[in-house]
Structures are given as C-alpha cells and as structure tokens.
T-cell receptor
Framework: LAKTTQPISMDSYEGQEVNITCSHN???????ITWYQQFPSQGPRFIIQ???TKVTNEVASLFIPADRKSSTLSLPRVSLSDTAVYYC????????????FGTGTRLQVTL | NAGVMQNPRHLVRRRGQEARLRCSPM?????VYWYRQLPEEGLKFMVY????????ESGMPKERFSAEFPKEGPSILRIQQVVRGDSAAYFC?????????????FGNGTRLTVT
C-alpha cells in the first residue's frame, strides 16, 4: 500500500506557477501516479496521470524522478478558479482499495 | 458523452431509515467504485464492482451497508438503519477497464444527512 504525503496547504498569487510535491516512498513497480482536483461540493476531477519522467497536458505537467518515490504537479499561471484541494494517488485501477486518497493539498489562490 | 451521474444530490433521512444512493457510470464503463468523504477529510474507498459482481468490498462496513451493480440499471449503494455517523458525501467513480492507465471518473456525489 503506497502511502502518499503532501503539504496540507499552499498559497499562491494569481499568475504564478504552483508546484505541489507528493512523496510516495513505497510505490510499487506497477503503480501509476494520478492527480485529482476537487472543488467544494463536487467530485474529484482527473488532472493528469503518469508512470515515469514527465507528462504534460493542457492543464498541468507532472514530473516524476527516476526513482519514482515522489512526483510534482505543476500548474502554470494559476488563476482564482484553481483554488481547490489537490490529491495525489498512487496505485492501479482495478485494485481500488489501494487507491487511497490522503487529506490532499488545499491550494488558495489570491489576487 | 455524459459523465458519471449520481442521484439524488442531497438525501435526508431520519435515524433508522434506509438510504439508497444511485450511480450511473459513464457510457462504456463497466467498473464502478464507491467512496465516502467526511467533512474536511479525503475520500475513503468502500467498494469496487463490475457488472453483477463485487470485486473488492474491503472498505465497506460489515453491517448495514451493501452495494450492487446489476446487469441493467445503475449501481446502488444501500445503507440500512442509518445512524448520524453515516452523514457524509458518497461519491461514485467509474472506469472503462482494469489497468493502471485508466483514471477514475467521479460523479458529483450524494450528500447524505441523517437527522
């Protein structure tokens, strides 16, 4: 069971780049790393997923070092609407009991 | 392509009543997962189902809780004889297949309040 550790909260100003790091020292060989965003009163929304190296989509980038014991979600030029809780998950779909949500990182973006 | 649909969005029950939460997965998805979220906490896995089969219910309380995903129709999470501690947001997620590169797609949850 790959436990994850993230900062509880982060603050940023609008327009800045935000990097949220997740530690997962016990990641298994077949585990993927997935990040979700959750707004109040809504379900988590998939942001990005990766296995190794770097993944980029229209929303974010995910950096994974060679040892895969951590990962960093990078949000370029955040806006107020990026204020949310961000969760890092490690595991394999189909073994959902291992897809453990931690308490996440509460990102607050201000002007 | 409609997302994961959950209903009702809000459900109020008195202690001792039954609560039925419904989840329709995304079109083409045959795997359903239920999570529970208490205020200010992360989501806790409850149960994983495929059509007509419970695959993993290791997160489900042993009593009063049950889940099904019939061949036809939505997945149902059933809570019998609800107690105040059952008050939470219940989220359903679906995926098209088993495998690490198939992310979960979540609905917007059912908020259960037990009075």
């Amino acid at each position: 069971l790959a436990k994850t550790t993230q900062p509880i909260s982060m603050d940023s100003y609008e327009g800045q780049e935000v990097n949220i790091t997740c530690s997962h020292n016990n990641i298994a060989t077949n585990d993927y790393i997935t990040w979700y965003q959750q707004f109040p009163s809504q379900g988590p929304r998939f942001i990005i997923q990766g296995y190794k190296t770097k993944v980029t989509n229209e929303v974010a980038s995910l950096f994974i070092p060679a040892d895969r014991k951590s990962s960093t979600l990078s949000l370029p030029r955040v806006s107020l609407s990026d204020t949310a809780v961000y969760y890092c998950l490690v595991g394999i779909i189909g073994t959902a009991s291992k897809l453990t949500f931690g308490t996440g990182t509460r990102l607050q973006v201000t002007l | 392509n409609a997302g994961v649909m959950q209903n009702p969005r809000h459900l109020v029950r008195r202690r001792g009543q039954e609560a039925r939460l419904r989840c329709s997965p995304m079109k083409g998805h045959s795997h359903v997962y239920w999570y529970r979220q208490l205020p200010e906490e992360g989501l806790k896995f409850m149960v994983y189902l495929q059509k007509e089969n419970i695959i993993d219910e290791s997160g489900m309380p042993k009593e009063r809780f049950s889940a099904e995903f019939p061949k036809e129709g939505p997945s149902i999470l059933r809570i019998q004889q609800v107690v105040r501690g059952d008050s939470a947001a219940y989220f359903c997620a679906s995926s098209p297949q088993q495998g690490g590169d198939s992310p979960l797609h979540f609905g917007n949850g059912t908020r259960l309040t037990v009075t």
